[in-house]
C-alpha cells in the first residue's frame, strides 16, 4: 500500500534513529505489551481503579499537557477542577479498553446500553445506502467501537504507528472484537465502497489536522478548523450521516446518538462548511454536558485564523448566512 508523504518521512526518521532511541522504544513496546496481557488478570473494577491512580499520578507529573488542558478551560470559562477530572477519566477508560479486548462477546454486550442509539442506525442502514458515524476522543471512543462491531458492519480508520511492534499489536486489540481498520492513507473510493455494501464507517474528528482540508466553524463560540472529509463523504455518496458517543453516567456507559440533516444545495463548499457547523454543534452539545469526559488535553485550537486567511474568510461568509458568527 503507498503511504502518503508524511508517513514516509516518520518511518524513514525511525528507521534511521540512534541506537539509544531504538533501545528506548523497544523497552516502551516490552512494557506496552507486559502491561495489556497483565491485565488480562485483574477483574473489570479493578482495572478502573488502577487507570484513575495512575492518571492522577500523571497529572502530577504531565506539566506540558495539564497546561495546555488549564489553559483551554481558562479561555472557555470552565472550572479547572475538569482538567483532573478528564485525566482521570481516560485513565479509567485506557485500562478499561484494554481489559474489554480481553472479554468474551457475551460480557461485552453487556458493558453498553445503546438500545435506542442501535434501533437508529438500523432504520438508517435499512435505506441501503450505508451510514456515516462520526464521534471524538470523549466518552469511551475504543470501547463503543468493540462493542458496536457485535451488532454492524463496523469500519473506522486510525493512525499507523511508525513502530512496526506497536502497530501489530495495537491493530491486533482493535480488530478482536470483529472491527475492520484501515489505515490513516485509505482513499475515498475504498470508504465509498464500504457505504455502498451498507456497512458503518465511524470517523474520529474532534482533531485539528492543519494538514488536512477543513474549514473554520464555531466550536465552543471559537473560531476551530475542522477537517471537511466526513460532511464531503456525506455529500458526495447520499450516505446519511450521524453522531455518536458511548458516555459513562451514573456509573453505566449510555449510548447517545444524532443523525444529521444533511442540507445539500448547488454551492458544495457552502455545504461542507454549514453540514460540518451542524455536527460540530452536536458535538459541543453533549461536550457542555459532559466535559469530564473530553479530551482537554489536546490542540483542538491550534490552527488559527491567520494560518489559513482564505479558508477562514470563506468559512465566515457561509456561516453568516445561517447565523452563525466565527
Not at 188 to 201: A, D, G, H, P, R
Not at 244 to 251: D, E
Request: charged share 25%.
Amino acid at each position: 500500500m503507498k503511504l502518503d508523504e508524511r508517513t514516509q518521512r516518520k518511518i524513514e526518521k525511525f528507521k534511521n534513529a540512534p541506537l539509544h532511541k531504538k533501545i528506548k522504544r523497544y523497552c516502551v513496546y516490552l512494557a506496552l505489551s507486559g502491561f495489556i496481557h497483565g491485565l488480562k488478570f485483574f477483574p473489570l473494577p479493578l482495572c478502573r481503579k488502577l487507570g484513575k491512580y495512575l492518571a492522577s499520578t500523571f497529572y502530577l507529573l504531565d506539566k506540558k499537557n495539564k497546561t495546555r488542558a488549564l489553559n483551554n478551560l481558562n479561555e472557555l470559562n470552565m472550572p479547572s477542577s475538569i482538567a483532573k477530572e478528564s485525566y482521570r477519566h481516560f485513565g479509567e477508560i485506557t485500562c478499561e479498553a484494554v481489559k474489554t479486548y480481553h472479554l468474551n462477546k457475551n460480557k461485552l454486550k453487556t458493558l453498553v446500553e445503546a438500545s435506542e442509539s442501535y434501533a437508529l442506525f438500523k432504520k438508517e442502514l435499512n435505506k441501503k445506502r450505508g451510514l456515516i458515524i462520526l464521534t471524538g476522543h470523549f466518552g469511551n471512543f475504543e470501547l463503543v467501537a468493540s462493542h458496536m462491531a457485535q451488532y454492524f458492519p463496523l469500519n473506522t480508520i486510525a493512525n499507523m504507528a511508525i513502530d512496526p511492534r506497536m502497530n501489530q499489536l495495537i491493530y491486533k486489540l482493535r480488530t478482536k472484537h470483529g472491527l475492520k481498520v484501515w489505515p490513516q492513507n485509505t482513499d475515498s473510493q475504498t470508504i465509498s465502497n464500504c457505504l455502498k455494501n451498507n456497512e458503518v464507517f465511524g470517523f474520529l474528528v474532534d482533531m485539528d489536522l492543519s494538514w488536512s482540508s477543513g474549514v473554520f466553524v464555531s466550536f465552543f463560540g471559537k473560531p476551530c478548523y475542522t477537517i471537511i472529509a466526513p460532511s464531503l463523504l456525506a455529500l458526495r455518496t447520499g450516505s446519511p450521516l450521524g453522531v455518536g458517543f458511548c458516555l459513562r453516567v451514573k456509573n453505566k456507559y449510555q449510548g447517545f446518538a444524532e443523525m444529521v440533516d444533511i442540507e445539500k444545495t448547488d454551492n458544495l463548499r457552502r455545504d461542507i462548511v454549514v453540514n460540518t457547523q451542524k455536527w460540530s454543534f452536536v458535538f459541543e452539545k453533549y461536550i457542555r454536558q459532559y466535559p469530564e469526559q473530553w479530551l482537554w488535553m489536546q490542540e483542538r485550537w491550534k490552527t488559527k485564523p491567520r494560518d489559513k486567511p482564505a479558508v477562514y474568510e470563506e468559512s465566515k461568509k457561509y456561516l453568516k448566512e445561517i447565523g452563525v458568527t466565527i
